[in-house]
């Protein structure tokens, strides 16, 4: 979203200082210091639009301490916006200070570009075993050596083939209820094929005929939280070009920041685009949830087989406070035979990935996924189901520090298992 000084004046002037924040934010729980809490920030956003405040490596460093988890968002009893408040701070910072070499690579050669990133990401498969070796039980890997990474982060691998090289264009299937196009995102697409899968069989199972956009290319949300504006417009633009090119009756996403980003943050960004705005509220209209889509399909519980496992779930926090998303996978869960579920304390609480944050700042992503491995424990469960393919790394890196025993699936995955059941126990 754009965001003039002026337009930021109207919205930091909103925080009343109550500190409701401080009771939610996952890194003030950790840091215990003012400026790493919503109301500080704001505070330190109103020096900057005033001029009292310049922006400086301080000012840089307490932006970048946001997981934009929206928590502080949904519990302001003044509304105020926080995380566009961080995120326009960061645009603010990229026009000023510039982007790092690094960024601008990552960015806008690879990123904006869907050959170099296709190409880096087939080289990145076929030579990852260089920089990476096999993790725990042969489960993951992790680094070598240093390279940006912690060493002591467990990362899935890239998978050998990308998941759109996996399928054709269209799942056809016969008299088809509906027909969608799916939208992968980068990690269903490069590491978590599996996920994918589990997406394209329960839905030709319930009689979804599934377009998958060859071109299709990353949301662009990465690059836009980092302030880079202009070539997140880019890529936004040349997804919405792509996805109207489709006769479907909707767009399917099995992440829940991919289907933020179509579903209403392109909207915002360009608002003030002539031609983009409409089109992009046209496919904001028409994103939903795998989650959301699967309860909308009469009939989509018969026929599920005897899944004798306990489950609990994590709520990735753009799914259930981004696309307000919350009942529908527990609706799933719930109806699967045999499962026994079990509510975890704290479930919607951030689990620390924030994408890069937990990148950037890996300490402290780890002292708060701690958090969210202990509800987990507490649990009993077997199976830790989420709906975001970056919580799935960061909680699966967190139960392998504390050799906690607990599988991580996407929903998709689990209602897949519970219909190969029913085919197995003929």
Same mark, same amino acid.
């Given at each position: 979203?754009? $965001?003039?000084?002026?337009?930021?004046?109207?919205?930091?002037?909103?925080?009343? $200082?109550?500190?409701?924040?401080?009771? *939610?934010?996952?890194?003030?729980?950790?840091?215990?210091?003012?400026?790493?809490?919503? $109301?500080?920030?704001?505070?330190?956003?109103?020096?900057?639009? %005033?001029?009292?405040?310049?922006?400086?490596?301080? =000012?840089?460093?307490?932006?970048?301490?946001?997981?934009?988890?929206?928590?502080?968002?949904?519990?302001?009893?003044?509304?105020?916006? *926080?995380?566009?408040?961080?995120?326009?701070?960061?645009?603010?910072?990229?026009?000023?200070?510039?982007?790092?070499?690094?960024?601008?690579?990552?960015?806008?050669?690879?990123?904006?570009?869907?050959?170099? =990133?296709?190409?880096?990401?087939?080289?990145?498969?076929?030579?990852?075993?260089?920089?990476?070796?096999?993790?725990?039980?042969?489960?993951?890997?992790?680094?070598?050596?240093?390279?940006?990474?912690?060493?002591?982060?467990?990362?899935?691998?890239?998978?050998?083939?990308?998941?759109?090289?996996?399928?054709?264009? *269209?799942?056809?299937?016969?008299?088809?209820?509906?027909?969608?196009? =799916?939208?992968?995102?980068?990690?269903?697409?490069?590491?978590?094929?599996?996920?994918?899968?589990?997406?394209?069989?329960?839905?030709?199972?319930?009689?979804?005929?599934? *377009?998958?956009?060859?071109?299709?290319?990353?949301?662009?949300?990465?690059?836009?939280?980092?302030?880079?504006?202009?070539?997140?417009?880019?890529?936004? #633009?040349?997804?919405?070009?792509?996805?109207?090119?489709?006769?479907?009756?909707?767009?399917?996403?099995?992440?829940?920041?991919?289907?933020?980003?179509?579903?209403?943050?392109?909207?915002?960004?360009?608002?003030?685009?002539?031609?983009?705005?409409?089109?992009?509220?046209?496919?904001?209209?028409?994103? #939903?949830?795998?989650?959301?889509?699967v309860v909308s399909l009469a009939g989509f519980e018969d026929k599920l087989g005897n899944l004798p496992i306990k489950v609990t779930y994590h709520d990735p926090c753009h799914l259930v406070r981004g696309l307000k998303v919350k009942a529908q996978?527990?609706?799933?869960?719930?109806?699967?035979?045999?499962?026994?579920?079990?509510? /975890? #304390?704290?479930?919607?609480?951030?689990?620390?990935?924030?994408?890069?944050?937990?990148?950037?700042?890996?300490?402290?992503? %780890?002292?708060?996924?701690?958090? #969210?491995?202990?509800?987990?424990?507490?649990?009993?469960?077997?199976?830790?189901? %989420?709906?975001?393919?970056?919580?799935? /790394?960061?909680?699966?890196?967190?139960?392998?520090?504390?050799?906690?025993?607990?599988?991580? /699936?996407?929903?998709?995955?689990?209602?897949?298992?519970?219909?190969?059941?029913?085919?197995?126990?003929?």
């Amino acid at each position: 979203m754009e $965001r003039t000084f002026e337009s930021w004046e109207k919205e930091v002037i909103r925080c009343i $200082r109550c500190g409701a924040c401080q009771n *939610v934010c996952p890194v003030f729980k950790e840091l215990q210091a003012e400026s790493t809490v919503a $109301r500080g920030r704001v505070k330190l956003i109103r020096g900057v639009i %005033t001029k009292d405040l310049d922006i400086t490596e301080g =000012f840089i460093n307490k932006m970048s301490l946001c997981l934009m988890c929206k928590a502080c968002v949904v519990n302001c009893p003044s509304g105020v916006k *926080v995380d566009k408040l961080v995120e326009a701070a960061r645009k603010e910072i990229a026009e000023q200070k510039g982007l790092s070499a690094l960024k601008k690579l990552i960015f806008r050669l690879v990123l904006k570009n869907r050959w170099v =990133f296709n190409s880096g990401m087939k080289a990145g498969s076929l030579l990852q075993g260089l920089v990476f070796r096999k993790g725990p039980q042969g489960q993951g890997m992790l680094p070598r050596m240093s390279l940006g990474i912690d060493k002591r982060r467990l990362l899935a691998p890239l998978a050998p083939k990308s998941f759109r090289s996996l399928y054709p264009d *269209v799942i056809k299937v016969p008299d088809a209820k509906l027909r969608v196009a =799916f939208f992968t995102g980068c990690m269903i697409n490069y590491i978590y094929t599996d996920t994918g899968k589990a997406v394209i069989n329960v839905l030709k199972r319930n009689g979804v005929e599934v *377009v998958i956009p060859a071109l299709q290319n990353c949301c662009g949300t990465p690059v836009r939280i980092n302030g880079d504006y202009e070539a997140a417009k880019q890529m936004a #633009k040349a997804n919405i070009d792509v996805l109207l090119k489709e006769k479907v009756d909707g767009i399917v996403v099995a992440c829940g920041t991919c289907g933020l980003a179509l579903k209403e943050e392109y909207a915002e960004l360009l608002e003030d685009d002539p031609i983009y705005a409409e089109k992009a509220k046209q496919i904001g209209a028409m994103v #939903k949830d795998f989650t959301e889509l699967v309860v909308s399909l009469a009939g989509f519980e018969d026929k599920l087989g005897n899944l004798p496992i306990k489950v609990t779930y994590h709520d990735p926090c753009h799914l259930v406070r981004g696309l307000k998303v919350k009942a529908q996978p527990r609706q799933i869960i719930q109806c699967i035979p045999g499962v026994v579920f079990t509510e /975890m #304390k704290n479930s919607d609480t951030c689990c620390g990935s924030g994408g890069s944050f937990s990148l950037a700042h890996y300490e402290l992503s %780890t002292k708060i996924n701690d958090h #969210k491995v202990a509800d987990i424990k507490q649990t009993g469960a077997e199976v830790l189901v %989420t709906g975001c393919s970056a919580c799935r /790394m960061h909680i699966a890196d967190g139960l392998n520090r504390q050799n906690v025993q607990v599988k991580v /699936m996407h929903t998709a995955q689990l209602l897949e298992m519970a219909y190969e059941a029913t085919d197995h126990s003929r």
